[in-house]
């Protein structure tokens, strides 16, 4: 069993960077894919973007491929989310997930979840 715990949201304005971590306890989550989902309100949940177990490979939805960068210290067992020039519309509470296997965009595959850490971006 592994627990996830966000950390690191907040209100900042459009234009700011925020790094979230995502620390894994209980079994350790350096075997597994790790992915980031938000979920706005009113909205469902989306994919973020994932990073495999070594960091090699890594996938970003479009709305964020160029702003976020998804990294992970296995060291530390922390997955890291560092989102840059951050617009109002991605405001959202921030999950990360984790799973065994590959990459995979799809909610249902993953096992295991955070809470969620809240980001709110005014305009």
């Known amino acids: 069993q592994v627990q996830l715990v966000e950390s690191g949201g907040g209100l900042v304005q459009a234009g700011d960077s925020l790094r979230l971590s995502c620390a894994a306890s209980?079994?350790?989550?350096?075997?597994?894919?790790m992915g980031w989902f938000r979920q706005a309100p009113g909205k469902e949940r989306e994919f973020v973007s994932t990073?495999?177990?070594?960091?090699?490979?890594?996938d970003y939805a479009d709305s964020v491929k160029g702003r976020f960068t998804i990294s992970r210290d296995n060291n530390m067992n922390t997955v890291y989310l560092q989102m840059n020039s951050l617009k109002p519309e991605d405001t959202a509470v921030y999950y990360c997930?984790?799973?065994?296997?590959?990459?995979?965009?799809?909610?249902?595959?993953?096992?295991?979840w955070g809470q969620g850490t809240r980001v709110t971006v005014s305009s």
């Open positions: 209980g079994r350790t989550a350096s075997g597994y894919t």
């Open positions: 997930a984790g799973k065994t296997g590959s990459l995979s965009r799809l909610i249902s595959w993953y096992d295991y």
């Open positions: 990073i495999t177990w070594n960091g090699a490979i890594t």
